[in-house]
T-cell receptor, first 112, second 118 residues
Framework: ELKVEQNPLFLSMQEGKNYTIYCNYS?????LYWYRQDPGKSLESLFV?????AVKQEGRLMASLDTKARLSTLHITAAVHDLSATYFC????????????FGTGTRLKVLA | EAQVTQNPRYLITVTGKKLTVTCSQNMNHEYMSWYRQDPGLGLRQIYYSMNVEVTDKGDVPEGYKVSRKEKRNFPLILESPSPNQTSLYFC?????????????????FGPGTRLLVL
């Protein structure tokens, strides 16, 4: 059974600091997705990682995928309060499928 | 505006009273899916559909039904709701792999439907 584990589950950090959120998964998949959810809101797509070694950056967020290690990272550079949200990674349950497994989420709080 | 809509947004019902949550998308996506979100459990997939008349079970399909008679609509049906189906439900749609630029091969989520079953 595929497991998708995120850590940390909760993260409180000061503005201006850097940090990394990790997403480990237990199956062979060459696709991984990151989403953001603001409190009381829906999910919005952040990054689509479609191959080993993929790296995507948007503003202060950078995501990478290592399919051999079955690991994706979401790196936050110089955090600002607006990044406070819950971040989810999602992986297909096996290659080629559209059955998705989500991590339990990392709740990020950036303190001013 | 490209969007996924869900109705109703909030629903309080009683055990055993059949209900339907509608989902519609205007992006001509082949793929649609339903999730439930519960505290501490993240999102869990209920059912998904890769095209009209093609549906498949996700991780937690028990107690739910779906149908895909039109490309744009994917209703979620609870024939006999129970309190353990109290949850926040999200519908999502996406293009299939190769049908869109890579950065758009992601799921677009509806606003959510909060369901309370008494």
């Amino acid at each position: 059974e595929l497991k998708v584990e995120q850590n940390p589950l909760f993260l409180s950090m000061q503005e201006g600091k850097n940090y990394t959120i990790y997403c480990n998964y237990s199956t062979t998949s060459d696709r991984l997705y990151w989403y953001r959810q603001d409190p009381g809101k829906s999910l919005e797509s952040l990054f689509v990682l479609l191959s080993n070694g993929a790296v995507k950056q948007e503003g202060r967020l950078m995501a990478s995928l290592d399919t051999k290690a079955r690991l994706s990272t979401l790196h936050i550079t110089a955090a600002v309060h607006d990044l406070s949200a819950t971040y989810f990674c999602a992986v297909p349950s096996h290659s080629g499928t559209y059955k998705y497994i989500f991590g339990t989420g990392t709740r990020l709080k950036v303190l001013a | 505006e490209a969007q996924v809509t869900q109705n109703p947004r909030y629903l309080i019902t009683v055990t055993g009273k059949k209900l339907t949550v509608t989902c519609s998308q205007n992006m001509n996506h082949e793929y649609m899916s339903w999730y439930r979100q519960d505290p501490g459990l993240g999102l869990r997939q209920i059912y998904y559909s890769m095209n009209v008349e093609v549906t498949d079970k996700g991780d937690v399909p028990e107690g739910y039904k779906v149908s895909r008679k039109e490309k744009r609509n994917f209703p979620l049906i609870l024939e006999s709701p129970s309190p353990n189906q109290t949850s926040l439900y999200f519908c999502a749609s996406s293009p299939l792999a190769g049908a869109a630029p890579a950065e758009k091969e992601t799921q677009y989520f509806g606003p959510g439907t909060r369901l309370l079953v008494l």
